[in-house]
């Protein structure tokens, strides 16, 4: 927040003069603040002066539109909204509340005179207000990570189409079906190594294998794609953030596969040299102190050479499965196909054979449609 030179109003009913017991707080205002800070600001008061020591918050990836994020009864003392965010300040009989909203999640902290009243008041405000529709019978919910300026490591989820394993499997050249094969059926029982690595060069299938792969473990695996890699193993605390974990409803914790995109750098033979702690850490997670007690796969994609990877990322015993994931052969391309004209003498991606199809060069592809997923 800025400063200015004189303490601005405080709202009716809120205290941010605090006792000489207390800690005190004073708020300083420049043209550089916006409405939401000054929320912000006074839902400290209470809480500062020692008034509502106690606190409890809760975010919601998604809130329905009618949802207000207020208990019955509240008094409305600020309210602060934009296209894409708003902020309400309210408050009720021995506690305070604000209620933030973005354009598809929110938060809500509560300061309350007790801790039970805390709980209580947070409950009512989100009570019916998550809005959590079931996945469509051919999609999966994936999450996603990224390290945000103001919420630190944050979570979000999303619902993608994703085909069943059958439906894609001529995708793929045989060699590289029947590795995939194995890995669609793999259960809990069967996971001895905790990194899982898909190689080849780009346009080969490889984001879209890991897609239905999501769908394929959905009973037992929590995917989620991180979406800053190169920042989250040189964060310790965002690391340890997405290593631990939340437990279930029934105190359990469910596997969790985080899917890290395109880390030629992290995995290559100098990323020891070129990355620092980086590498270090992302072995540490699969079978070091960090992941121990905690049930995390990792799974990489990288358009390198495997003779081009560090040595200690595809020793045998860390890995759960490695599978290049090369073209397809001229005979499967022309199968694929149905004719040979545009195919290469050494075979095709996937990628030039959608483009291929639409008519298009495999050089210079036409636009793809959605529904041709991401074949990188």
Not at 111 to 124: F, H, M, P
Not at 183 to 207: A, E, N
């Amino acid at each position: 927040m800025g400063r200015m030179s004189a303490v601005q109003p405080e709202p009716r009913g809120l205290h941010v003069s605090a006792p000489e017991e207390s800690v005190p707080l004073r708020v300083y205002l420049d043209d550089g603040d916006s409405p939401y800070d000054v929320v912000d600001a006074l839902l400290l008061g209470r809480f500062a002066s020692g008034d509502q020591p106690f606190s409890h918050s809760a975010s919601l990836e998604k809130v329905k539109k009618e949802a207000t994020l207020l208990p019955p009864d509240a008094t409305v003392l600020r309210s602060a909204r934009d296209k894409d965010r708003s902020a309400v300040l309210a408050e009720g009989p021995g506690w305070t509340l604000e209620a933030s909203r973005w354009r598809v999640g929110g938060e809500v902290t509560v300061t309350a005179v007790t801790d039970e009243l805390a709980k209580e008041v947070l409950e009512q405000a989100l009570e019916g207000a998550a809005d959590e529709p079931e996945p469509e019978p051919e999609s999966v919910t994936m999450g996603f990570w990224y390290l945000s300026a103001r919420r630190g490591p944050y979570r979000t989820t999303r619902t993608i189409a994703a085909a069943t394993w059958p439906e894609i499997r001529g995708n793929y050249s045989a060699k590289v079906a029947d590795s995939m094969d194995k890995l669609m059926k793999v259960t809990p029982d069967d996971i001895t190594g905790r990194l899982i690595l898909l190689h080849g060069p780009p346009g080969t299938g490889k984001t879209s294998a890991l897609r239905t792969l999501a769908r394929s473990w959905k009973d037992w695996c929590q995917v989620d794609c991180v979406l800053d890699p190169e920042r989250l193993f040189n964060d310790p605390g965002y690391l340890m953030d997405i290593a631990i974990g939340e437990e279930d409803s029934h105190g359990e914790q469910r596997w969790r596969l985080l899917l890290l995109e395109d880390c030629d750098e992290l995995i290559r033979g100098e990323a020891k040299h070129a990355t620092g702690q980086a590498l270090s850490r992302l072995l540490n997670l699969t079978d070091g102190l960090l992941g121990q007690g905690r049930n995390v796969l990792v799974g990489i994609t990288t358009n390198e050479e495997l003779e081009r990877l560090h040595p200690a990322v595809v020793r045998p015993g860390r890995c759960l499965s490695r599978i290049e994931v090369s073209p397809l052969t001229r005979a499967e391309a022309v199968s694929w196909l149905g004719h040979g004209e545009g195919v290469g003498a050494e075979g095709s991606t996937l990628a030039e054979l959608y483009a291929l199809r639409r008519g298009g060069s495999p050089l210079l592809p036409s636009q793809a449609s959605a529904a041709d997923g991401l074949y990188l």
